[in-house]
């Protein structure tokens, strides 16, 4: 095997030239939708694209914002230091996507929402929806300037890809097209980058296994190095990776990215049917395998490339999320023009997540606070309103990314957070559709329980590291690198762990040694246990939608058109919950106050506008 430990090549102009093709077109999107749409000024066609969007793109566009720079880097140098098993999140995924386009899906879409929030407004009241798009809104700008952030520094570091100029292109092209082209700017984009993302993988794929000597020599080499031990028969919740965390933590994990999400939803209910959105959700499944499935390719290629000299440990790359682009670079760097076409792959994830993060982040701010305190709001103006939102969280996205430069460590937290946010979150709304027993207290005490849980878990998890053992890095080898490495650095090594194992607080070889895609289950599992337990003890929703004399209902329902309306939509309703929960006695969907006290729930507000 040749000597790997060589420094490899840095950015050429042909690779700029690529790189900067991507920025062209992305932002040429969005100038063609300010055009074409100019005569639709309103908040709807520019939030949800006038719900006339097909199923095709909006597939294409969930794929690519979903599948980050932080999958195109990452995953790859997962496999390459802990094998295959990665590949068992596409069971995961399958998972996932069957029940938000079956469970979900129908709920949110046949309810004529914007905001997924609103409807937390309608079951609960206004404080749950409040408390619940302030969560979404935090954990969001954190996950989105970390996102950002973290592959240009590790591209920064190998390639010499400048730094502050990707960062700072990505959040001005981002916050360009979102605020001229709306979401049909960010849908079509994110399609056309889903394909810059399938190329640039192919073309890692095919070169690197002609270089590695084929696809019969990676397939040995992977076996023999124990990358190919996929289902490992271990049983332990305190693993990083084994079958059962990744396919049933991560079911739990994407289903609070996907099921209850405003970035996901925004986009299925931007589609013309509700059969075009659930076809946009099974399409986008595809979509993910195929992602999935080059990710784990190309980091058992990198293996077998390395197999004899790893960069990592022979100190040619400094984090193993470098080991991506390191490998890039020296099978690609003598080609003109390629090594920037796979940073233009890496970033077409990065601009298709930061571009949904934009736009469901204004769409949920409008929704939910400026057109609550603005009723009568024109459409030229609201549409405006929509715009200066996008380019809010544009700068506040792009000021994240900067500000994780200064963070050290808490970028690893701040990434947890998205996990650590979407279970407690994805048992609320759980709470609202399959359990209509349900009450208020219930609600806000399991978020908090939920919230509580998941926080203490990932954060105990960030103080106490779990040892290497439980991590379980498979072997890497310098046997074929030009250099011998010292006795001392191992020796420092071994110091340390032991150190750091005798002096562990007791619950960090237990409770914070879960591994990390058990921290939704985690916080999914309070909210909802917690949600009945208290709903039992204070007495279920005594005052529902199903058993409310029509008389005090008319009192909100101000006409015979909307009053029929609303029945059709509870009738609906009340079916979706006799579908899921026929043990279940069925106290209704929507809770208000007593009739006879003169007052009515404020979440009908919000109905009123959408019947």
């Not at 690197?208 to 990358?227: C, D, F, L, Q, Y």
């Not at 986009?267 to 049917?273: D, G, Y």
């Not at 607080?505 to 909210?527: C, E, H, N, Q, R």
Request: hydrophobic share 45%.
């Amino acid at each position: 095997m040749e000597d790997k430990s060589h420094t490899v090549g840095t950015f050429q102009v042909g690779d700029y030239a690529v790189f900067a093709a991507l920025f062209v077109v992305s932002s040429g999107i969005g100038v063609f939708f300010a055009i074409k749409e100019r005569k639709k000024a309103s908040s709807k066609e520019f939030l949800v694209g006038g719900r006339q969007m097909s199923c095709g793109p909006v597939a294409l566009s969930l794929t690519a914002s979903f599948m980050s720079a932080v999958t195109v880097i990452g995953a790859p140098s997962d496999v390459y230091r802990y094998g295959a098993s990665y590949v068992i999140f596409g069971v995961a995924y399958t998972f996932v996507v069957f029940l938000t386009a079956e469970l979900f899906l129908p709920v949110f879409y046949r309810s004529g929402i914007t905001s997924t929030y609103e409807y937390l407004e309608l079951r609960f009241c206004k404080l749950v929806r409040v408390a619940a798009t302030l969560i979404y809104i935090i954990q969001t700008i954190l996950y989105t300037g970390v996102v950002v952030y973290a592959p240009a520094l590790a591209l920064n570091q190998v390639t010499g890809f400048d730094l502050w100029g990707s960062i700072f292109a990505t959040g001005i092209v981002c916050t360009f097209y979102c605020t001229l082209g709306g979401l049909k700017a960010v849908v079509w984009t994110d399609a056309f980058q889903m394909v810059v993302m399938v190329v640039g993988f192919l073309t890692v794929l095919i070169q690197g296994a002609s270089r590695a000597g084929g696809i019969e020599s990676v397939w040995s080499t992977a076996h023999t190095g124990g990358r190919m031990d996929v289902f490992e028969n271990v049983n332990t919740d305190t693993l990083r990776h084994t079958f059962w965390t990744l396919s049933v933590g991560g079911t739990f994990t994407w289903l609070g990215i996907y099921g209850v999400n405003q970035s996901t939803i925004q986009r299925c209910i931007s589609c013309k049917t509700e059969g075009h959105a659930r076809w946009a959700l099974y399409l986008n499944l595809l979509g993910l395998w195929i992602i999935l499935f080059c990710a784990v390719v190309s980091g058992l290629i990198m293996y077998t490339f390395y197999s004899r000299c790893d960069p990592w440990s022979a100190g040619s790359v400094s984090a193993p999320d470098q080991l991506m682009p390191y490998f890039v670079m020296e099978i690609l760097g003598a080609f003109p023009g390629l090594p920037g076409l796979f940073v233009a792959c890496a970033f077409s994830g990065t601009l298709s997540t930061v571009a949904a993060s934009i736009n469901a982040l204004a769409t949920v701010t409008y929704e939910d606070f400026v057109s609550q305190c603005y009723r009568d709001l024109s459409n030229r103006a609201a549409n405006w309103i929509s715009k200066a939102l996008c380019v809010v969280f544009g700068v506040a996205c792009t000021t994240m990314a900067v500000a994780a430069s200064y963070m050290g460590g808490i970028v690893q937290a701040a990434l947890s957070i998205h996990g650590m946010c979407g279970g407690p979150m994805l048992g609320l709304f759980s709470l609202g559709i399959l359990f209509p027993v349900t009450n208020l207290k219930g609600a806000v005490g399991g978020l908090i329980v939920g919230i509580t849980l998941s926080f203490w878990v990932g954060v105990g998890a960030f103080i106490y590291p779990a040892p290497s053992n439980n991590t379980r890095p498979l072997e890497l080898s310098t046997a074929g690198c030009n250099f011998n490495l010292t006795a001392d650095g191992s020796n420092q090594t071994s110091v340390s762990v032991s150190a750091l194992t005798s002096d562990r607080y007791w619950l960090a070889d237990s409770w914070y040694s879960m591994s990390y895609l058990y921290y939704s289950a985690v916080g999914f599992i309070g909210t909802v246990a917690a949600g009945l337990l208290i709903t039992l003890l204070t007495g279920e929703s005594n005052i529902s939608l199903a058993h409310t004399d029509s008389n005090k209902t008319l009192r909100v329902i101000d006409s015979p058109a909307r009053w029929q309306k609303f029945k059709k939509r509870v009738t609906w309703m009340r079916g979706i919950q006799s579908d899921f929960l026929s043990p279940f006695p069925h106290s209704g969907c929507i809770q208000f106050l007593k009739g006879g006290q003169g007052s009515t729930n404020n979440s009908f507000s919000s109905l009123n506008r959408s019947l």
